[in-house]
């Protein structure tokens, strides 16, 4: 039980009474709990008995897309303009050790489920209908759900709901995969509650979510709510936004759509960091609008590190964006929380966090018990979000396997100063953040030595957790020549930027 509510309050918000916690009394099979109403006699709460009790938060999950730890201007850019971030930042955590997985689907999986992919992930663009979400969680407990924004979790129609969303507008639903070509900026084609819908006046996808999101809450203003807002922001193609100088009926393409400024920089990445803060802007008008801010729990991260090969300044030093790439430069992303009134002003989390811990910690703070059949490896981290110690982790896992024609690429245990792989390659993240000189564990000292001895010991807890019905071989990074297919074909490129720039247009489904 959490800290915020007491016992006879949230049994009395969640409609269950002398019922007790047993708010999910079955929970595995199809894998949806029963007060979802998949099995068993019993109900979700109605929304009647919930405003009966105290008014639990509402919560706001805004996971950005392609979005590095770089990008921010509250976490050290100096190359693009987030006056609304740094605003949140400043006046709520910013946490500054968050660590997701490397691209899209492996860490949506991970947010959602709150599992290591080692558990549950099976492949690109697919999350199976048998877990359970944190959209089933809330949606339980009486909740109302909505996911705007992203999808590439599967195109059963049905499926936004099976994860216990009410309502969803998405891109990459129904219509997903690599010869998907339904737009997600200019003239969008979007999905609405599974109906496709293509707009084709000069709309831009980001808005028309953002305007779905809004509404959402408008219309849920007076019971708690949730709202998964998956922004398809700031992923490639780099295009311009509505308030580019250049915005118009035919967005430039190619290398064209990659034109620099003076500094570097790229224009129309640019732009869009700043048109996805100005959404976050639009958001929070909104909730103050309906007086809805203090009791919102906020929390705005990162999906993956920023496209591969896209230059970012953070004061004298350059960041290249490392998408796809199990290392820093594709995995530190910017997490930020806001809840006026319940977090410290201003306070700087060096805590390690990694996207298996959103669920509990969305779970925690709506007062909802995640069932111990989830066996979920997240751990929450709302305590900090309220400034106090809780229990920070002392490392976190990564098992990497984004295709599964490509097998495992990478598995490995960190903290926050050390890296210790599963083929036995140990890296000093202080001296070495990309990774280029792997040390001897046999040859380490002192706290180097000491962190070998804990990450093996992270290694070995996951030696075991894979599925044997969806077993993959660890292959390592994928080679050239391999014979792996699933990967896209690189043209001869002096430099990984220019291959991303060549194949920018593949880029549009990972
Ligand atoms: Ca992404």
Redesign the pocket.
């Known amino acids: 039980m959490n800290s915020i509510y007491g016992r006879r309050d949230f049994l009395k918000f969640a409609g269950l009474g002398a019922l007790g916690v047993a708010l999910f009394p079955r929970v595995g099979g199809q894998g949806l709990p029963a007060a979802q109403g998949s099995a068993g006699k019993r109900e979700a709460p109605t929304v009647q008995s919930l405003e009966k009790g105290p008014r639990r938060p509402n919560i706001v999950l805004i996971l950005a897309?392609?979005l590095g730890y770089e990008c921010i201007g509250a976490d050290g850019c100096t190359s693009y303009k987030t006056p609304v971030l740094d605003q949140l930042a400043a006046t709520g955590v910013r946490f500054d050790q968050c660590h997701v997985q490397p691209?899209?689907t492996p860490?949506r999986a991970q947010v959602m489920t709150g599992l290591y992919n080692v558990r549950n992930y099976t492949d690109f663009g697919e999350l199976e209908a048998k877990n359970v979400t944190f959209g089933n969680l809330l949606k339980g407990a009486g909740y109302a759900t909505c996911m705007a924004g992203?999808w590439q979790l599967g195109t059963d129609v049905a499926l936004p709901k099976k994860f216990g969303f009410d309502e969803h507008c998405l891109w990459q639903h129904t219509r997903a995969g690599a010869g998907n070509t339904a737009s997600r900026y200019l003239n969008p084609g979007l999905e609405i509650n599974g109906v496709p819908k293509n707009y084709t006046h000069r709309e831009y996808g980001p808005d028309i979510i953002s305007d779905y999101a809004l509404d959402f809450i408008q219309r849920k203003k007076d019971q708690p709510f949730f709202l998964y807002y998956t922004m398809m922001l700031t992923?490639a193609p780099f295009q311009p936004t509505p308030d580019s100088a250049d915005y118009s009926a035919k967005p430039p393409q190619g290398k064209a759509a990659m034109q620099t400024r003076p500094d570097g920089i790229i224009q129309h990445f640019a732009d869009m960091v700043a048109y996805t803060d100005k959404l976050v802007g639009k958001l929070l008008s909104k909730l103050e609008e309906l007086k809805l801010r203090d009791n919102t729990l906020l929390v705005f991260l990162?999906?993956?590190g920023t496209q591969h090969g896209v230059l970012t300044m953070m004061g004298d030093r350059k960041f290249i964006g490392g998408?796809g790439s199990p290392t820093d430069a594709g995995m530190h992303v910017p997490l930020i929380v806001s809840w006026p009134g319940r977090t410290p002003v201003g306070k700087v989390s060096h805590d390690l966090v990694d996207s298996t811990d959103l669920l509990p910690t969305v779970c925690e703070a709506a007062g909802v018990t995640v069932p111990a059949e989830l066996k979920i490896d997240g751990r929450s981290f709302l305590p900090q979000i309220r400034g106090e110690q809780g229990q920070p982790r002392d490392w976190y896992y990564c098992w990497y396997a984004p295709q599964k024609e490509q097998g495992i690429i990478a598995e490995f245990a960190a903290t926050r100063d050390f890296k210790l792989s599963r083929t036995g390659d140990f890296f000093d993240l202080n001296k070495d953040i990309e990774e280029k000189f792997p040390l001897a564990v046999a040859a380490l000292t002192g706290e180097a030595a000491a962190a070998a001895k804990l990450l093996q010991v992270v290694l070995d807890k996951y030696k075991d957790a894979r599925p044997a019905a969806i077993a993959m071989p660890f292959l390592g990074p994928k080679k050239r020549g391999d014979g792996r297919g699933g990967g896209r074909k690189k043209k001869a490129a002096a430099t990984a930027e220019a291959i991303e720039r060549a194949n920018w247009r593949d880029e549009e489904w990972?």
Request: glycine share 8%; aromatic share 0%; net charge negative.
């Open positions: 897309d392609d691209l899209c860490t992203k992923h990162g999906d993956n998408k990972v």
